[in-house]
């Protein structure tokens, strides 16, 4: 069975995105550099660069299903049928929304640790990524929760989402990884039990 694991680009500050949602600067990375290639979110082809394809790539590689919450699935319009990691999506909602009960969407009614199993069962041997914060947070408060990784972009937002602002104690990490590239560094830690 894979790990449940988490990744987000974040300001120096802590911020995921702005008061809005909005990510701004935070995926520039994505984008910057001098190779472009080009990889499809939902039906929208984006261009981005060989560092940022081939992490997207091993991500969905080793990754089996998406857990999210329903703020960001509406935020994001379900990623347009396709989230950019081609998996099967898990949302814990407490409603369903109508027209949507089909795949790639799961839906979970009662709870994250609820949507973590079903994730589970979908990804198989393959491992689970956690989107949006709350989710995250809820994760690590639960313990279902194994890595975290950051991708840590040279920019101070100031204020908006944070993403370990609702936790309910101390979580120890082992850094397990760490690559600095041009305005982005990528961490990746191992939740320590």
């Not at 039906?43 to 590689?61: C, H, K, N, Y």
Request: glycine share 10%; net charge negative.
């Amino acid at each position: 069975m894979g790990t449940v694991g988490t990744g987000f680009s974040m300001s120096l500050d802590g911020f995921v995105a702005r008061p809005n949602g909005e990510v701004g600067p935070l995926f520039d990375w994505y984008s910057e550099g001098e190779t472009p290639l080009e990889v499809v979110i939902g039906d929208q082809p984006m261009a981005v660069t060989q560092d940022a394809g081939e992490i997207l790539r091993q991500a969905s590689q080793v990754t089996g299903a998406l857990v999210t919450g329903r703020k960001l699935f509406d935020q994001t319009h379900g990623w347009g049928g396709k989230h950019p990691l081609d998996v099967p999506i898990v949302v814990v909602t407490h409603s369903i929304p109508q027209g949507w009960e089909k795949p790639p969407y799961t839906f979970v009614t009662d709870g994250v640790a609820a949507a973590i199993a079903r994730a589970r069962e979908i990804a198989g041997e393959k491992s689970v990524a956690v989107a949006s914060a709350s989710i995250t947070q809820q994760c690590l408060n639960a313990g279902l929760l194994d890595e975290i990784h950051i991708d840590l972009i040279p920019v101070l937002l100031g204020h908006g989402i944070r993403l370990f602002d609702q936790l309910n104690a101390e979580h120890r990490l082992e850094l397990i990884a760490a690559k600095p590239m041009r305005n982005v560094t990528h961490l990746t830690y191992r939740v320590v039990r």
